[in-house]
């Protein structure tokens, strides 16, 4: 019985490691060109065409509160681009041995209990600026002040009803927006070529 379990993981491995290859493949060819990414349930646009960039950016030093009026923050992406988020985001959140960031540019969560917790969420976000975003609808999925946050899960709707985002827009929060990769398409944009007839 343990043998079939370690065969199983193994398998796991081997077909993550496949995919982590795939993906990068997909990754480097789409670098050199602009993409558009589409809900992958009705094939609306959903952002795009957007230019790779090689990491998610920092975000932007911003005190917030200090702000006259509270909202998001300056975006963590520039408009116009888009990055992938290598490291895990969003629930489920779990319990970790030593406080650190719940997530990539937020800070540390504590359960009721006092205990440190940590993303546990999917790998391979797009992360876009919000405001380059095309007919998203915000469905409220966690509670905040004054904007929304990922803590819930995706909670951003396509027109046809599909969950296929997660927005972090609180005044406290950076202000980014992450496609999922399981629920959208990257597809390649081509720019028009220029008329040298004119």
């Not at 005044?171 to 008329?195: I, N, W």
């Amino acid at each position: 019985m343990q043998d079939q379990r370690n065969q199983g993981r193994a398998r796991l491995r081997l077909d993550h490691e496949q995919a982590v290859v795939a993906d990068s493949v997909i990754a480097e060819d789409a670098a050199a060109q602009d993409t558009v990414f589409v809900c992958a349930s009705c094939g609306a646009a959903l952002a795009g065409p957007l230019k790779r960039l090689p990491a998610v950016p920092e975000p932007p030093y911003y005190e917030w509160w200090e702000a006259e009026e509270m909202g998001p923050l300056p975006a963590t992406v520039p408009s116009g681009c888009y990055a992938i988020e290598t490291e895990p985001y969003g629930p489920p959140l779990v319990v970790a041995e030593v406080p650190e960031p719940a997530m990539p540019r937020h800070g540390t969560y504590f359960n009721v209990h006092g205990q440190p917790l940590v993303s546990q969420g999917p790998r391979g976000n797009i992360v876009i600026n919000p405001d380059d975003a095309r007919g998203l609808e915000l469905r409220h999925a966690s509670a905040a002040c004054c904007g929304a946050t990922p803590d819930g899960g995706m909670n951003q709707l396509c027109a046809c009803g599909t969950l296929v985002a997660t927005l972090s827009s609180d005044c406290c929060l950076p202000y980014e927006l992450h496609l999922s990769p399981g629920h959208v398409r990257a597809l390649p944009f081509q720019h028009p070529s220029p008329d040298l007839s004119a």
